[in-house]
């Protein structure tokens, strides 16, 4: 990523999130999500907590459970998932989510698949990476392989989740969420 879209001010206090972590699969089990495993590296390496983390199957209904109560869940900031988000019958994560939103961040899947792009090129098409905002909560849906994962998180998420990341960030308007 160059310079310019990842500027810190170090002068600025880093403050950490709270992340729920959710994989979506319906042929991994806790020893075999990968994905998980290497998101909950990522957010904690880089000063976030992961407050939850669980699997779900590929399944609309539980996908919206299991999220509806983390955006009720006063210790959780901010929830990630990863899976389902392909075009195949059984990916149903964006249908699962997108009534949850209060409002959609339509450039979070813009950004992605620009810069999927550069690691799968036309590939990236196959997405439905995207994100959204629900009760004060950042949502943000991921593909499920590594790659993916390690993309979103560390080309966009990581970013906008840095307090000291300039000229903005989402943490810092966190508190203004729920403004009416």
């Not at 690691?119 to 995207?130: E, P």
């Amino acid at each position: 990523m160059s310079d310019h879209a990842c500027r810190i001010d170090e002068s600025l206090p880093f403050k950490p999130v709270n992340v729920a972590l959710l994989t979506i699969s319906d042929t991994r089990n806790a020893e075999s999500d990968t994905s998980g495993t290497l998101l909950t590296d990522l957010i904690v390496r880089d000063g976030h907590r992961v407050a939850e983390r669980t699997l779900v199957r590929d399944d609309a209904a539980l996908i919206r459970a299991r999220v509806g109560g983390w955006i009720d869940a006063p210790g959780i900031d901010v929830i990630i998932s990863t899976g389902g988000t392909g075009l195949t019958g059984r990916d149903v994560t964006p249908e699962a989510l997108r009534p949850l939103f209060e409002k959609e961040i339509e450039g979070f899947a813009v950004v992605w698949h620009l810069l999927s792009f550069e690691s799968v090129g036309l590939s990236t098409l196959q997405s439905r990476a995207c994100a959204g905002v629900a009760k004060g909560k950042f949502i943000f849906a991921l593909p499920g392989s590594n790659g993916a994962c390690r993309d979103g998180w560390e080309k966009i998420i990581r970013w906008q989740l840095d307090s000291r990341h300039t000229p903005c960030n989402l943490v810092e308007i966190m508190p203004r969420l729920l403004e009416r």
